[in-house]
């Protein structure tokens, strides 16, 4: 997208509170204009305030200095307010509608897109991209007006002069548009540079404890450096660039005054122009130069902001996960009888299948395993069963329904994941538990029970209000995969999947939970996903998974007598 388009757009998010920014200017000019009433009310006094006959009540003078004082600090005030009304608004707009877009991206763009990336260009890239076009906007109506009426006047006084005058615009707009394009070039440079200094920043305080025990703090340091010393060089240039703007406009305006000097000093011994009237002109026109020179150095600030505007534009724009579906399954609504049928999965990027042909059968009710080595393709039958990654070849149903019919969001809705990977939210306890759903405290409790974690709330001082951290950072790995699976609980779903969800418990504490999960066999369908073969021993199917395609299935009893690959790894686990 190019900047013309960028700032159309960004403009979109202004115009509906264009009012408030008019409003808002209109008092600031308002305010300005009072300010020579004080030295003419002054004027006023020492004319006549020292003679007998004031003409006017003395008490009216204090009321009069009060006043003027106050109206223009109201006046201030209200400009300021009434234009920062409307571009919170506007910035308001759009961080809301990037929130939006990053909330339905396709899952290609998490791939890309860092937090702490995505952060920044949510929350400071609207506030300055608005805040620059809105102060252009001030720039450009106060100044502009300036020039103009000031050109009106040259016209006025000497239109043949004025119109000679103008032969240098031309040569402005071309030096306007050379620094234009240089600190448009460094300045994305320059963005660039800011992002990835994010980044680092980012990396650097989410894995600080890999950072400390890897001794690597130097090495992010100078990592860190590195890219900040690119920022501020690349600040700087791109500053310097901006800068070049003023004399360069200046020494082609100069050039306009000396040809204007010279043409009217021989008009005036030609015509016998009045001194007046040349000292008039001359200074009129140099008086142009000033509000010039702003329009000029409103540059800078306006293309930095639309850098960053390009950039949450270009977020905003990314494409949508696709949802072919239109079915609608309410919650629960489901039996749960789920079925690959020779289903290949290749994940966007990589050649490998990470599914390969597969054929899976998990009936409505029953619990099933998966199990095999790591990078066997497990995790990817979950994330396909989910819709996060499309098959390229073969279907998934639930119910006998081809899973691409069903709306994605409705089709999640039946499912209960605890995934290998815990992601937990900031905030209370019993919030992570009842995660985006109502809080209904007995059930709650009933979910930490099941998932043996109701003694640890219970242990601490803030029971279900206590904190958790960023990420559950204030709980053991262990208490973390229990909330999940509380979690999990919690949501009324009619197919549960634990995907190596209790790896970091006690055997203990696994005990319990596998306990309180078995109690809903024949309800639920349940897909167990587990590297520690003794928990699956009671699924009514086991398959054991390789390299993408189910080698083995049957029965943890079957399996044994086979004496396959499953039996295989019994022995193996068995020995430790
Ligand atoms: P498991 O859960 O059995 O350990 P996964 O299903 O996570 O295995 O992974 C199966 C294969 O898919 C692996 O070879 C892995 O490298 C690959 N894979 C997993 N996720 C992605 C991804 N997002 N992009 C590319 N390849 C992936
Ligand atoms: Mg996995």
Known sequence: MDLKATSKRLFSYISPYKSGLILGIVCFFSSAAIEPLV?????????????????????????????????????????????????????????????????????????????????????????????????????????????????????????????????????????????HKRVLAVGGRSYESQIRLVGIVDDITRAWRVVRTFDAAEFEQRRFAEEAQRLRRMT????????????????????????????????????????????AFITAMLMTISPMRHLTDVTQPILNGLIGARACFALMDTPAEPDSGTIELSPGQCRGDLRFERVTVTYPGSEHKALNQLELEIPAGKTVALVGPSGSGKTTIVNAMLGFVAPTEGRITLDGIDVTEIRKASLRRQFAVVSQDIVLFDGPLADNVAYAAP???????????????????????????MTIGTNGSRLSGGQRQRLAIARALYKQARIWVFDEATSALDSESERIVQQSIEQWHGEKTLILIAHRLSTVRNADCIYVMSDGRVVESGTHKELMERGGLYAGMVAAQAME
């Not at 809080?439 to 209000?465: H, T, Y």
């Open 236 to 279: 700087l240039k791109s500053i310097a660039a901006a800068a070049t703007m003023t004399p360069l406009t200046q020494i082609v305006a100069s050039t306009g005054v000396a040809l204007i000097l010279t043409l009217a000093l021989i008009e005036a011994n030609r015509s016998g122009t009045s001194v007046g009237e040349f000292v």
């Open 439 to 465: 809080k209904d405290m007995a059930r709650i409790e009933a979910c930490l029970k099941a998932a043996n974690l109701w003694d640890f709330v219970q242990s601490q001082p803030e029971g279900l209000n």
């Open 39 to 179: 030295p003419a009310l002054l004027k006023q006094l020492l004319d006549h305030g020292f003679q007998a006959d004031l003409g006017f009540p003395l008490w009216l003078v204090p009321i009069a200095v009060i006043g003027l004082f106050a109206a223009r600090g109201l006046l201030a005030f209200s400009g300021t307010y009434l234009f920062n009304w409307s571009t919170s608004q506007a910035v308001l707009r759009l961080r809301t509608d990037l929130v939006g877009s990053v909330m339905r991206a396709d899952a290609s763009l998490y791939t890309q897109l860092s937090p702490g990336v995505a952060a920044s260009r949510v929350i400071n890239d609207p506030q300055n991209a608005t805040g620059a076009l809105a102060g252009a906007l001030t720039t450009l109506l106060r100044d502009g007006t300036t020039l103009l009426a000031l050109l009106g006047y040259l016209f006025y006084l000497n239109w043949k002069l004025t119109l000679v005058s103008l032969i240098t615009m031309p040569l402005l707009g071309m030096v306007v548009r050379i620094v």
